[in-house]
């Protein structure tokens, strides 16, 4: 205790001194039930919230455990506070329930009688509760199984849902048996989710989150709807189900703005379900089109508003949701896990590539100066115009250049926000770009070129940030993003992280504009890759041109 890493401060906030010998092992554990939030180069600051706690106590992890962790690397004592509000935070979990009836009813059932009476006393509750017959059971509206969640985890008292779930159609599905199998840590996500039946499975980039998809859907052998973000993940989670599993073409339908097929797995994308026609949702009737025993979530953290409303009346089926992170940045964390469900597993990316499951990556900023009239454009420029122009400040053409040439035989990946910047790089470089405007087929062209090595260098939008499979991708560089997206980081590193069949370790540029907001930005993107254990290295364009 007297030298650790960790600093637990009466507030809830943990501070890890990133130099410490022992720094890797805390952030490691400390992770399963604290939130980064601010990731500079040699203190850490985290927080220990209470959706964090109830993530992990839902995980498994006891509240016991967790303090165990703190005691074990803390420098100074845990504040007894800390302590204390840790324990009942953690206790809070379980302490009410839903459950059926003897009649199928939904119960909402506490043990503990003063916290059921303070809940059905609430007024957005009491409107969801429709019997009370005995002391320690309220009866909930057929219809509310979603929204009392929500209500409940809003007021501080998350129920653990036990009301089972509807099998659906049953529908053979099984791995095939051709010299693969699932991965241990697979393996144990899918036993986990099949125990549960709702739930976020958190695997990085690369780790195979389709497999465990695969893996859930040959457990439960029912009919399953499959949500992606795009057409392209689409095609990929049809072609990985062909090659993976027993599920042939005519029995996997696709859903989306260019077909409408339902089969009994049939695999939709966001934008088909919340697209409106006429002021309504035009295509929720997919929701509705089979008896679903299983629906999966992929990249759970993009998952429009829109959707969790539609999940709400959705409770009695199982539902899977796959994600490289928990973080959203439009702060709705606490529906995922009300609608969804809560963590079920997470593997750390490290503690995967140290298994030798996902390739290591070496990350680096490269920061540029701003020629004196650009700092002056900067420096009048309006508020929502900095970004912009740090961001596409044309230093950072000469910049990507100067790295591809350190990479000379390696496949490299260029991406950016603004498509005008695109457009230069894409002519600078001599390379094909991919946007939003690229048709699906010549994407997918390009995108299996790369694969095959025919075309080295992609320069792409933020189309490629998610679901494309380009394993052989071993150089990012990152012009310019979403502001402080982490989801984003998340997704771009994870291009990087598949195994290769080359010997090449990953490596991550990003270039930012010294002294500008982008800097700023680049920062809070920074925090997720703090979370997962990788550093940056700082590099000027002195030391890339080396």
Not at 103 to 120: H, M, P
Request: charged share 25%; with cysteine; glycine share 6%.
């Amino acid at each position: 205790m007297a030298d650790g890493p960790l600093i637990v401060q009466s507030d809830r906030t943990v501070l890890l001194e990133v130099a410490h010998p022992d720094a890797e092992a805390a952030r490691h554990e400390l992770a399963v039930f604290a939130e980064l939030e601010r990731a500079p180069e040699h203190i850490h600051t985290y927080r220990i919230t209470r959706l964090g706690l109830w993530n992990a106590r839902a995980a498994g992890h006891t509240a016991e455990g967790m303090l165990e962790t703190l005691d074990r690397f803390t420098r100074f004592p845990v504040p007894p506070s800390v302590a204390t509000d840790l324990r009942e935070t953690v206790g809070r979990y379980g302490r009410l329930t839903i459950e059926r009836g003897e009649e199928g009813e939904l119960l909402l059932r506490s043990t503990d009688r003063a916290v059921l009476a303070e809940v059905s006393r609430n007024k957005r509750i009491q409107n969801l509760l429709i019997g009370h017959p005995d002391p320690d059971t309220h009866v909930i509206d057929a219809w509310a199984r979603g929204q009392i969640k929500q209500e409940l985890l809003k007021i501080g008292w998350p129920a653990e849902d036990l009301a089972g779930y509807t099998p659906g159609t049953p529908h053979e599905i099984a791995l095939a048996e051709d010299g693969w199998s699932l991965r241990p840590y697979q393996e144990q996500a899918v036993d986990t989710f099949s125990a549960d039946g709702s739930g976020v499975v958190v695997l990085p980039c690369g780790a195979g989150k389709t497999l465990v998809g695969a893996g859930a859907m040959a457990a439960t052998k029912t009919t399953t709807l499959i949500l992606v973000t795009n057409t392209v993940s689409a095609r990929q989670w049809r072609d990985e189900l062909l090659a993976r599993t027993t599920l042939t073409e005519d029995e996997i339908g696709e859903y989306s703005g260019q077909v409408k097929e339902i089969k009994p797995v049939t695999i939709a994308t966001y934008q088909i379900l919340t697209s409106k026609r006429k002021g309504q949702y035009a295509h929720l009737d997919v929701l509705d089109a089979l008896d679903w025993g299983l629906i999966l979530y992929d990249e759970v953290h993009l998952l429009p508003a829109p959707v969790f409303k539609l999940t709400a009346d959705l409770q009695a089926r199982r539902r899977l949701g796959l994600t490289a992170t928990l973080v959203r940045e439009d702060g709705r964390e606490g529906d995922v896990f009300s609608l969804i469900g809560p963590k079920r597993f997470d593997a750390p990316w490290k503690e995967i590539e140290q298994q030798g499951y996902i390739s290591p990556a070496a990350c680096y900023e490269v920061r540029i100066d701003l020629p004196a009239s650009e700092r002056l454009e900067y420096a009048a420029a309006a508020d929502d115009q900095r970004y912009r122009i740090a961001a596409t400040a044309p230093a950072k053409i000469d910049a990507a250049r100067e790295i591809i040439a350190r990479h000379g035989d390696e496949q490299i990946l260029v991406i950016g926000q603004y498509l005008d910047q695109l457009q230069e790089l894409s002519d600078a470089l001599g390379a094909p770009q991919i946007t939003g405007a690229t048709p699906v087929d010549e994407r997918e062209e390009l995108f299996q070129a790369f694969r095959e090595g025919t075309e080295r260098i992609l320069v792409v939008s933020k189309v490629a940030n998610f679901s494309v499979d380009l394993p052989e991708a071993s150089v990012a560089i990152q012009v310019s993003g979403s502001f402080g997206s982490r989801q984003e980081e998340a997704q771009r590193l994870g291009r990087l992280l598949r195994p290769k069949r080359s010997d090449h370790t990953a490596s991550f540029y990003t270039l930012i504009a010294r002294d500008t907001v982008d800097q700023e930005f680049a920062q809070n993107r920074q925090r997720f890759l703090a979370e997962q254990g990788y550093s940056y290295t700082i590099l000027d364009t002195e030391d890339i041109a080396a």
